[in-house]
DNA sequence: GACCTGACTCAAC
DNA sequence: AGTTGAGCCAGGT
């Protein structure tokens, strides 16, 4: 279902670049809606989203979280693109 | 209404 | 000090 809502969130996961990653609660808020990072989980991980880069958006607390194609395949996405993770934890600068 | 996911807080090791 | 788990809350599908 393409709700209003999920139209947002794709919209600003769409315009993260390259080796930038955001937390799904910071998504939200850029969406617009600050409260529903929680929704953001949801639609992320469980939409394949071939030209949404979900794979750059983790949780807050810098862990990986889900995704629809498998948490190592998101790593490994975040790695290549500069991303570095320790320990299934992210190590970078990036906005939470 | 049920289930799922993530954020925040606290406690314990 | 760093890591981990559990519980609580909010919203969407």
């Known amino acids: 279902m393409r709700s209003n809502f999920q139209k947002k969130v794709f919209n600003v996961v769409k315009k993260i670049p390259e080796g930038k990653v955001l937390s799904y609660k910071k ?3 850029l969406a617009g809606l600050p409260l529903s ?3 953001v989980g949801n639609i992320l991980n469980k939409n394949e989203d071939k030209r949404i880069p979900c ?3 983790v ?8 995704y629809n194609k498998g948490e190592r395949i998101k790593t490994y996405l975040l790695k290549k693109e500069g991303i570095i993770f320790k320990n299934g934890k992210i190590t970078s600068r990036f906005t939470k």
């Not at 949780?59 to 990986?64: G, H, N």
Request: charged share 40%; glycine share 12%.
């Open 37 to 39: 990072w929680r929704a």
């Open 55 to 57: 794979h750059r958006v």
């Open 59 to 66: 949780r807050a607390d810098r862990k990986i979280g889900g």
């Open 27 to 29: 998504v939200a808020e």
